[in-house]
């Protein structure tokens, strides 16, 4: 009997026998499209279904803002939620937007940056959908710290809240804000949140 990923009730969690290389998991996804996969530090594979209409807009608003602050400050690149990016534990994920500085960028190879970016960003962005996991994208976000990311924001529009991630210290949640401004690399970036509440 054969079945296609899409049959499955989604998200769904496969462990291969044996964890799949990065040639392996491109391929893999290129025979799923339409699907989101990720792999955790294990090998795990999670495999997620598209996000719906209010998401993809909140993640479209979030992406056009941190572009156009970009495009005035041209300090880095930024990546939508289709850019998987291996990080130093081996895992591969998939942040909603996400930023790298330029040097680190252009310090990577054509072919590094045609696979799954061999590197952690920056600064991540993680967007709360109704099918997720709330303590799993907050295990997700210690993740991307852990990994190198020197700024992270889990944004929840169910009870709207943003939770900031820094290295070295405990997350902070701001409640109903009107906005969230960047630190460090991100200074001077902010992301007004009437679109995403909305």
């Known amino acids: 009997m ?3 990923l899409a049959e499955l009730p989604l998200p769904v969690r496969l462990r291969p026998q044996v964890p799949m290389t990065d040639d392996e998991l491109l391929r893999f996804c290129a025979a799923n499209d339409g699907l989101r996969v990720e792999r955790d530090v294990n090998g ?33 690149i930024v990546f939508e939620s289709n850019t998987g990016f291996t990080l130093p534990d081996g895992s591969m994920l998939s942040p909603d937007a996400a930023w790298v500085e330029r040097s680190r960028w252009e310090a990577l190879s054509d072919r590094d940056r045609e696979r799954f970016v061999p590197l952690c960003p920056d600064f991540v962005i ?40 820094r290295p070295g210290e405990p997350s902070e949640v701001h409640h109903h804000p009107t906005s969230v401004q960047g630190h460090g690399v991100m200074a001077g970036f902010e992301l007004v949140m009437g679109r995403i509440w909305d």
């Open 2 to 4: 054969t079945f296609s």
């Open 44 to 76: 795990e594979l999670l495999v997620m279904t598209p996000a719906g209409g209010s998401t993809g807009k909140r993640n479209t608003d979030v992406i056009i803002d941190l572009g156009l602050w970009n495009r005035q400050h041209d300090r880095g």
């Open 126 to 165: 993680e967007l709360r959908s109704p099918s997720d996991n709330l303590a799993e994208l907050k295990e997700k976000m210690e993740r991307w710290i852990a990994n190198g990311a020197q700024l992270a924001w889990l944004i929840d529009p169910i009870e709207e809240t943003v939770s900031v991630y």
